[in-house]
């Protein structure tokens, strides 16, 4: 461009310089003509001077055009290279775009993960401190990975060797490892999503059935104390050992479910299983040995609140293995201070800086 604005320059001078001369001239053939007059032409006496002028004037025009045809080489010549130019502009701006659009996700990716990884944190505390609770983790619901994966992946690589191939020698394996990044999490969202739903879905028709499973034991206790009442009468029916130890532990039990439900909670299988069941089991077992069962059904009363314990560990055994895993799923990947956020924070610097 500067080569052709130089040469175009050069003509331009050329040409005011041919005029002049045109002028020299034109003013020498006058000066050599005598009592000259305008619009007097006289082409039988002056013919060697109009001759002469003509000759000098035509070689002169002759150069001119030469010119002028150079000038109009030179102006095309750079017209092509301004439009080429603007074309190799409309890529590069297409390329810094995709990297600004790039740079752009790869921000909000990273707030994803990180803000994912604090529910991450607060679930699996609250899933190990208590497991028999339904405790809850919330999911993104934008596809901000799989618009990454989507996006063109060789104009991004072209925008990746156009901005860093000069200078950056281990471009390609950063851009590797965006890709390789995205994918992982995105996958990862996606399985974690999945293994959550199960294991919500698997803890809720337990105790669906833990909860079912009590309601039997009240209505089991309820008919063994009226079978009592029937059989031994108002008077004596609660001076049985096992009558007396049942018709304690439904007012108790009604009692607990009152006091959840005055204060907007739901019933805590722990505290049951402690403090209700285990009391419950513990007196059963004295009288057992003292006088054993009787035959009205307090052996199957029994075995129904020790199956409802068992069952209630049964959870909490499985939710605790869940938390340790969602524990090593975020101190390995979700944490603030993980390789592959790192990595991920390193390039967005990097993409930002050339932009």
């Not at 996700?105 to 699996?124: A, C, N, P, Q, S």
């Not at 895993?325 to 993980?338: A, G, L, R, S």
């Amino acid at each position: 461009m500067e080569s052709l604005a130089r040469y175009k320059r050069i003509i331009k001078w050329a040409f005011w310089l041919t005029l002049m001369l045109i002028v020299f001239l034109t003013f020498q053939a006058i000066y050599e003509t005598d009592n000259w007059k305008f619009f007097d032409v006289d082409f039988n006496t002056r013919d060697h001077i109009i001759s002469a002028y003509g000759s000098l004037i035509g070689g002169v025009l002759a150069f001119l055009s030469i010119l002028f045809v150079l000038y109009q080489v030179y102006e095309q010549r750079e017209q092509i290279i301004i439009e080429r130019q603007e074309v190799a502009n409309d890529k590069l701006q297409d390329l810094k775009d995709r990297l600004l659009l790039l740079t752009n996700y790869l921000k909000t990716l990273e707030k994803d993960i990180v803000r994912h990884g604090e529910r991450m944190e607060v679930f699996y505390k609250a899933e190990k401190e208590s497991p028999s609770t339904m405790n809850m983790m919330y999911f993104n619901t934008n596809k901000n990975f799989e618009r990454v994966i989507e996006m063109d992946i060789l104009s991004n690589f072209k925008a990746f060797q156009g901005f860093f191939g000069e200078d950056e020698e281990d471009w390609q394996k950063q851009f590797v490892n965006l890709y390789e990044i995205t994918d992982f999490y995105n996958e990862a969202f996606k399985d974690l999503k999945k293994k959550y739903t199960f294991h919500i879905e698997d803890k809720v028709a337990k105790q669906k059935q833990i909860a079912a499973d009590m309601m039997e034991l009240l209505n089991a206790n309820a008919r063994l104390v009226d079978d009592y009442r029937i059989k031994f009468g108002t008077a004596n029916y609660l001076t049985k050992p096992w009558s007396s130890l049942i018709n304690e532990y439904n007012p108790a039990h009604y009692e607990y479910l009152k006091e959840v439900q005055d204060a907007g909670e739901v019933p805590d299988f722990r505290h049951i299983s402690d403090n209700l069941l285990l009391p419950f089991i513990t007196t059963a077992m004295d009288i057992r040995r003292d006088e054993g069962y009787d035959d009205l059904g307090s052996r199957n009363i029994i075995e129904l609140a020790s199956t409802i314990r068992k069952k209630i560990w049964d959870v909490e055994v499985y939710s605790i293995q869940y938390a340790e895993d969602i524990e090593k799923q975020f101190n390995n990947y979700f944490c603030t201070d993980n390789d592959s956020i790192n990595e991920l924070k390193r390039i967005k610097t990097k993409i930002d800086a050339k932009l």
